[in-house]
């Protein structure tokens, strides 16, 4: 188990659209907030989705958890800070957590594991090679 | 040009999710609503999706047009009226209608303009056989 | 804690613009289906958004899970089952399952927790009347 | 009819749950982009909904319009331009295109129709003070 933290922090667009008429940010809206932190972690940590599918794979979500603390409110910013939780199995686990920009208040934490398929959909259970180079380069 | 009139009707699933902090559906939404249409349509006459990727293509939209008249409340029901609109061209034409179930009041009308693209995404000019007849089958 | 189990089965209308680039329905958009069931649930028992609101509550979704079993193809039929789990608090908790339909092959499981607060956005921290009614009269 | 041209560029956000099967960004997300490039026309030019709202109104939209050229595939980063259309009527008019930002290409060009309401959904039918104010700021 690695000792490194990788931490990114992505000030997310939230769009009118992305309410509800509890007039605050439709819950299953911050599935999409996680994405875009998994994608900024991916582009400031060299782990895009591009580039695993050019190695082979695909890693899809098989696991997502979300606690709600505070709503969301239309105009209000807001920022998503993705952090990687290392493990020796052939996942990549990420925990997240959504904060409002003016006062950095949590609005909701949660975590995503996801597991490496071929391009044929077949689970692998040993992490692949590309990825621990990456864990290599990374967490060492 | 033809004359017979190809008509399905698809009763909406309107989610809370897809209201907006205005308290309706965010405007968006109604190309879900549209897509349910041509979906069910489909299914009613014989012309799916997956049909037509069999037959070696895709029929992406290529245009899009919405005109809301009345605004759709969370816990409305509504349906959609989907009617095809022959041309000579290589192209699938659908108008839509988005009708208040209670009083069938119009609460929108639309319309898209699809074309076919092979597997590679090339255009493709000329009507492929297999939808020549589907045509010869439904609207002589 | 009560004995009886009230459940709900609701077919999901999946839709073409769910799917993602991996040829199957984007991860964030079961938490829609949840909402489905959810929905589908209060129908069928007298639990609908709008009655909760009309008696001066809304109830957010405070927390969510979701495992990920199977991928979901567009194309495929699916439903949701939606189990409603009691507890003493002044909360509402919902199992979530998400099946094939030609199979009932699970595709994920889930789970939500959601309170009560006011139209002013203010927690209850014990059941409001109208629910414990409710109760008493599904459960008992 | 005013002379002045407002212009405003925002980078899109393209969310891999937005492509779709066919491995391009579903057609119906571009309203999405719409709105961004409305939001950030707001933020340039003073015309953000929030302050339409805290002036009494609402500007749902009433009519929208797409036409897609090429499609916008996961990994590409595109931009919104959007345009302020003048007209004498109580109504907000925009322009958008979407382009690639790798070669600036247009992918998708559309227009929308706003217009005002009050918060209790009333139309208005000539152009509120406040509005006519903004006008006179930035376009003579």
Redesign the interface.
């Known amino acids: 188990m690695n000792e490194k933290i990788l931490t990114d922090r992505y000030d997310i667009?939230v769009?009118?659209?992305e309410?509800?008429?509890?007039?605050?940010v439709?819950?299953?809206?911050y599935?999409?907030f996680f994405?875009?932190g998994r994608?900024s972690f991916g582009r400031s940590y060299g782990l895009?989705?591009?580039w695993i599918f050019e190695n082979g794979f695909?890693t899809?979500?098989?696991?997502?958890?979300?606690?709600?603390k505070k709503?969301l409110y239309?105009?209000e910013d807001a920022y998503v800070i993705t952090r990687y939780r290392d493990c020796e199995a052939a996942k990549i686990q990420f925990e997240y957590e959504i904060r409002r920009s003016s006062d950095d208040v949590i609005l909701a934490i949660g975590e995503s594991l996801q597991v490496f398929i071929t391009h044929e959909?077949e689970l692998i259970l040993t992490s692949p090679q590309f990825f621990l180079e990456w864990k290599k380069k990374y967490l060492e």
Not at 19 to 24: E, I, K, L, P, S
């Open positions: 667009n769009r009118f659209g309410t509800d008429a509890m007039g605050v439709w819950h299953g809206n599935l999409k994405e875009d994608e895009k989705y591009l695909y899809p979500i098989v696991s997502i958890k979300c606690d709600y709503p239309y105009g959909h």
